[in-house]
C-alpha cells in the first residue's frame, strides 16, 4: 500500500502544484448545479433572497421573536438581518459537511486514477461553498445598509472569522470523507446531526437569552464562536475578541491537521472498497 504524506508542507504543494484544477472543479461545482435551470447561476442569488423573506415572515411575524442586544431590542427587519448573518456561516459548515462523508464514492472514477490528488476534493467543495456563502453575504451587507442605514467598518474583519472556520471545515470534511467509504452509515446520518447542530448553535437566539447552566453547552459548540463573532463585526460593529481567536485558530489548524492525517492514512485503501 502507498504510504501519502500527511505533513502540511505536502498539502500546500499539491494544491500549489493542482491550483487550476482545484478553481476548474470548484467553479464547475458551484455553477452545475444550476445547469439546465431556466434562471441558470441567477438561482445563487435568489435562493439567499428568499431565504431572507422566509425568516422575516416566520420569526418576526408569526413567532414575533425581537433580538436583544446590549438591552436594546431590534426591529423585525433588524431581526432578519441578525439572523441570516448566523445562518451564512452556518450553512458554510452544513453545505461542506452534509456532502463530505460521500465526497469519494460520489466521485470513484477519480480513486481509480493514480495520479488524481483526491486531497484537493474537500478544498473543492470548500470553494464551491464560499462562493454561494459571498453572495448571501453581499445580499446581507446590503438589506443591513438599507435597514440600517450604515455598515460598520469591522464588517472588513469578517474574512479573520471565515479562515480558521475554513480550516475547522476541511479538517472535519477529510475525516468524513475517509471514514464515509469504509462506514456508509455515516452519510445517513449526518444530517441529522447537521440538524441537532444548527439548534444547538446560537442561530436563531442569542447566548445570553439561554439559562446560564446551557450557555456553557453552546460555547462548547465549534459554531459558536465563529456566529457569534460573525455577528459582532458584520452587524454590531463590535472588533473580534482576539485572545479567543488565537486559541480556536489553533483548535482549527489542528483539526485540519488531524483530519487530513486521517485522509492521508487510510487513502490507500480507497481503491479495494470504492
Avoid at 225 to 244: A, K, M, T
Wanted: net charge positive.
Amino acid at each position: 500500500m502507498q504510504r501519502h504524506s500527511a505533513s502540511p508542507a505536502s498539502l500546500m504543494r499539491s494544491m500549489i502544484k493542482n491550483r487550476r484544477l482545484l478553481f476548474d472543479l470548484a467553479r464547475r461545482d458551484a455553477v452545475g448545479r444550476y445547469k439546465g435551470s431556466v434562471l441558470g447561476i441567477f438561482w445563487s442569488l435568489l435562493t439567499p433572497l428568499l431565504m431572507l423573506t422566509v425568516y422575516t415572515l416566520v420569526f418576526s411575524e408569526v413567532f414575533k421573536s425581537r433580538w436583544q442586544n446590549g438591552g436594546a431590542q431590534a426591529s423585525k427587519a433588524e431581526f432578519a438581518v441578525v439572523l441570516f448573518s448566523g445562518m451564512i456561516l452556518f450553512n458554510l459548515f452544513a453545505e461542506c459537511i452534509g456532502r463530505a462523508p460521500t465526497l469519494i464514492l460520489t466521485n470513484s472514477n477519480f480513486v481509480k486514477k493514480i495520479v488524481f490528488p483526491l486531497e484537493i476534493l474537500p478544498c473543492v467543495n470548500l470553494f464551491s461553498a464560499l462562493f454561494h456563502g459571498t453572495v448571501s453575504l453581499i445580499i446581507l451587507l446590503v438589506t443591513e445598509w438599507i435597514v440600517r442605514g450604515s455598515v460598520p467598518w469591522t464588517a472588513l474583519l469578517i474574512p479573520l472569522i471565515v479562515a480558521p472556520l475554513c480550516l475547522f471545515i476541511l479538517g472535519v470534511s477529510w475525516f468524513l470523507a475517509a471514514t464515509g467509504v469504509f462506514l456508509r452509515d455515516i452519510g445517513q446520518t449526518i444530517g441529522i446531526v447537521i440538524t441537532a447542530m444548527m439548534f444547538l448553535s446560537p442561530v436563531f437566539y442569542s447566548i445570553t437569552s439561554l439559562p446560564h447552566r446551557f450557555q456553557v453547552l453552546v460555547y462548547l459548540n465549534p459554531m459558536t464562536f465563529p456566529i457569534e463573532q460573525g455577528r459582532n463585526v458584520l452587524i454590531w460593529g463590535q472588533s473580534i475578541s482576539w485572545q479567543y481567536w488565537i486559541v480556536y485558530s489553533i483548535a482549527c489548524i489542528l483539526c485540519a491537521w488531524l483530519g487530513f492525517a486521517w485522509f492521508q492514512r487510510t487513502r490507500g485503501g480507497f481503491a479495494d472498497v470504492v
